[in-house]
């Protein structure tokens, strides 16, 4: 048996044995990363057809199995995935599926091309051989000399008020890792609205001030606490915990979960962690009381404070990606997290005062936590620009340059992504100012002029197109970033962070309004690109000879446009620190900067490009002159689908919310209530004209149906006014939520995730609602779907 292994023979003694030469089978389930032969080996395990294997089966050297096989089962596999997910009955979604398929497929074979050409040194136009591309020999070692240590020596020496030093945590390749989530504090949450005493005791539709009628008139219940019950689960690779109760609006925890890691095939490599898809998951949670189910042996005997059970309550959520943890500083993330709330829960109300997607940080909900490795990995070495043939060799070199020169500023900068050159669809490179150029606005903007209503619906556009990361779409290594334009962008309606920054950038310049991109990394993402605009920008001229100027307040200010969140938030708002948390590259059409200094975070820098000792220009007279790169944008045209697509698209995203619930409830009889989800649809007809609002205008309130023009409401109180005499009776919670044109599994986990299935009462309906809002241009459209619970009151 020991020989038929092929290891070293069994001790005779001790009641175990140990092998050595462990053979490629037994050396699958380990944590080493798979090589060719063991990922072949496990696709014949499989009975994987997709890959033909060589005459003879599996080979068995390295160099006898070509690359081609597993690409080949990759985008098969990648091809399969993308089109099983489409939402079904909609050809259009398919063909798009198709089209981006076969996209990422060429875009991959240029990529390759490009970096093959470029290391045969083809002259024809395509660049020189270089020494490098012969001579394979250690890079030398980066020699710079930092002398901020040396001025310590000299500092005075006061025991009786010593100064903190930061130790710096040892960095490792370990073979086992964790994740460790300090939860501090949350802010701004909603408050419990008052639920109904007996049916038929409750106010009139909107009450006396427009508020909450039947479902949610009346007093509240004597044992009922009006403050939240709130507890945050977290979910990370296949494995949940949860933290304590904590009460309040703004509740406390100060609690540590630790969560193991483990990145794909056990490679704690930096080219594997910075390509990492997994993400953690930080939702909210209300544990709210409930009362007795009718027939149950608390309802019988009428005993205790009229509640028997609880249920929890969708608060919010927040997703941190890997990939950006580890991107960011130090390999942690610390900071006021947004959290991504439905702009209605029923059941409870917003605190008053506080504004919508476009107010500060610090008046939105939000968590705040601090996020590590538990040991620190290894940091990310700067890989070296290779965007492969296309622009010119003085400026190709010129770029190297700029990046040694900006990494030599001083320690602080030895991490940051600076880039002045990206790789576009055909695999070549392509200067960052080439991408810049104003683009044409979408249809019902024609003649429009920057006023802050435009500005928002921009905004709004560029958050509703598809997202795709690069390395999910091209499965690409680490460094390798496609930059595609903005006609090949909205041509498949879907890219990522850097094509919605560009596309918001193009509408900014055709408004004229001074705009910049800047790249970086932020707490959602490893490669976050967003627009800057500096302020001073508030009165513009009128848009003819002789018009009276504009005055837009908000270009008053200086911003960061986050066109992948769809908000906005002002530079030197300390609260949104961890929402851009390094900044290293700004560019226009004009020129590229990098970040040279100490600070990273918008409101600790300083935004003059001029000053040099802060920001490292590409074009300079000193280095290269500055010269007009033209750009590599072509002309933007927008096609729409007949209205029937999206009423079609609307039934199939409701078919699958359903779907989830049933799905959710296997065991269990799950009854609709349709007269409520007539009654939510007619509710999110509404809903996009209320997320375009101002924060000004959503503290103000909104309008009550049929009332005098000075009642005005909150979006809570407006819904559960319109739902409260046709909800007599019930206890109801729901949320509408959001999102851009999506696939079924994400409509599914949008609503399990608000855990609003989970319940084993019988005396419950649900009620599902949606409704898709076009912009335009084909799947640029947001979709809405409301689900609610109601809950019989005995």
């Given amino acids: 048996e020991d020989e038929a292994w092929g290891g070293a023979p069994r001790r005779a003694g001790g009641g175990g044995g140990f ?24 696709l014949r395990a499989k009975g994987e057809r997709a890959v033909e294997l060589p005459e003879g089966g599996v080979p068995l050297s390295e160099q006898d199995i070509p690359d081609h096989l597993l690409d080949q089962n990759e985008e098969n596999k990648r091809e399969t995935a993308l089109l099983s997910s489409q939402l079904p009955g909609l050809a259009e979604a398919d063909d798009r599926a198709s089209r981006i398929a076969e996209f990422l497929a060429k875009v991959k074979l240029n990529v390759l091309k490009g970096k093959r050409a470029s290391k045969a040194g083809a002259r024809a136009g395509q660049g020189p051989m270089h020494t490098d591309d012969v001579v394979k020999d250690a890079p030398l070692p980066d020699i710079t000399f930092d002398f901020t240590g040396v001025f310590e020596w000299f500092q005075p020496v006061r025991k009786l008020r010593p100064v903190r030093r930061r130790a710096a945590a040892a960095e490792s390749h370990p073979d086992r890792c964790e994740l460790v989530l300090n939860v501090q504090k949350a802010f701004n949450l909603p408050q419990r609205a008052a639920r109904a005493g007996p ?47 904590a009460t309040g609006s703004s509740p406390s925890w100060q609690e540590s979960l630790s969560l193991p890691f483990r990145p794909p095939g056990g490679d704690f490599s930096p080219a594997a962690l910075q390509s990492s898809s997994d993400v953690l998951h930080i939702t909210l949670f209300d544990e709210r009381p409930e009362h007795p189910e009718a027939g149950s042996r608390a309802y019988d005997t009428g005993s205790g404070d009229g509640f028997s059970s609880s249920s929890r309550h969708y608060l919010g959520s927040v997703d941190v990606p890997v990939a950006a943890l580890y991107r960011a500083d130090g390999g942690k993330l610390e900071g006021m997290l947004p959290v991504d709330q439905p702009s209605v829960m029923l059941g409870y109300e917003a605190r008053a005062g506080l504004g919508g997607r476009g107010a500060s940080v610090a008046a939105r909900p939000a968590l705040s936590v601090y996020i590590q490795f538990n040991p620190s990995l290894a940091k990310p070495e700067p890989a070296p620009a290779d965007a492969g043939p296309g622009e010119e060799e003085p400026l190709l070199r010129h770029a190297n340059n700029w990046e040694k020169d900006a990494r030599a500023a001083g320690k602080h900068c030895k991490h940051r992504p600076f880039r002045a050159v990206a790789t576009d669809a055909m695999g070549r490179s392509v200067h960052l100012s080439r991408y810049c150029s104003p683009t044409a606005l979408p249809p019902g903007f024609e003649g429009a002029t920057a006023d802050e209503t435009t500005l928002r619906q921009l905004l709004r556009f560029a958050h509703l197109v598809p997202h795709v990361t690069d390395m999910d779409a091209f499965d690409l290594p680490a460094g390798v970033d496609i930059w595609t334009t903005t006609a090949e962008f909205l041509d498949m309606c879907a890219g990522d962070s850097e094509e919605h920054a560009l596309l918001l950038l193009g509408f900014l310049q055709t408004l004229g309004v001074e705009a910049y991109v800047i790249l970086g990394v932020s707490a959602a993402d490893s490669d976050a690109a967003m627009v800057f605009t500096p302020g001073g920008q508030g009165r513009r001229p009128g848009q003819t000879a002789g018009s009276p100027p504009i005055y837009t307040p908000m270009l008053d200010d200086a911003l960061i446009w986050d066109p992948m969140a769809g908000t906005m938030f002002s530079v030197y708002d300390a609260a949104a620190g961890a929402l851009m948390g390094d900044v290293a590259v700004v560019f226009n059409h004009e020129n590229v900067w990098a970040n040279a200094q100490l600070a990273a975070k918008p409101h600790d820098m300083s935004w003059n490009l001029g000053d040099y000792s802060a920001w490292r220009p590409f074009f300079s007279p000193s280095t290269l002159p500055p010269r007009a790169l033209p750009t590599r944008q072509r002309r933007v045209t927008y096609e729409s689908f007949e209205p029937a697509f999206y009423e079609r698209l609307a039934a199939a995203v409701e078919r699958e919310a359903m779907d989830a619930i049933v799905k959710t409830r296997q065991r269990q009889h799950t009854p609709f209530n349709r007269r409520a989800s007539r009654a939510l649809k007619d509710l999110l007809r509404e809903m996009e004209s209320h997320a375009l609002m101002s924060p000004e205008e959503a503290s103000a309130g909104v309008p009550v149906p049929g009332g005098p023009p000075s009642a005005r409401v909150s979006l809570a109180e407006l819904h559960a006014g319109a739902l409260g005499e046709l909800m007599a009776g019930y206890d109801v919670v729901g949320y509408p939520l959001n999102s851009p044109f999506t696939d079924a599994a994400s409509v599914r986990a949008a609503v399990e995730r608000t855990k609003i299935a989970e319940t084993t009462r019988k005396d419950v309906e649900f009620a599902v609602a949606t409704h898709v809002e076009p912009y335009g241009c084909t799947f640029v459209c947001s979709v809405w779907v409301y689900v609610a619970r109601l809950t019989k009151r005995a």
Avoid: C, H, I, W
Avoid at 19 to 42: C, F
């Fill in 199 to 245: 049916p038929g005791g409750g106010r009139g539709r909107y009450g006396d001030r427009g508020g909450y009628g039947g479902a949610y008139g009346g007093a509240p219940p004597p044992m009922e606490s009006p403050e939240l019950s709130v507890y945050v689960e977290v979910t990370f690779q296949g494995t949940t915990q949860r933290t304590r109760l």
């Fill in 19 to 42: 092998r050595l030469n462990l053979n490629d089978e037994t050396m699958l389930g380990a944590s080493l990363k798979a090589t060719k032969r063991q990922q072949l080996l496990k």
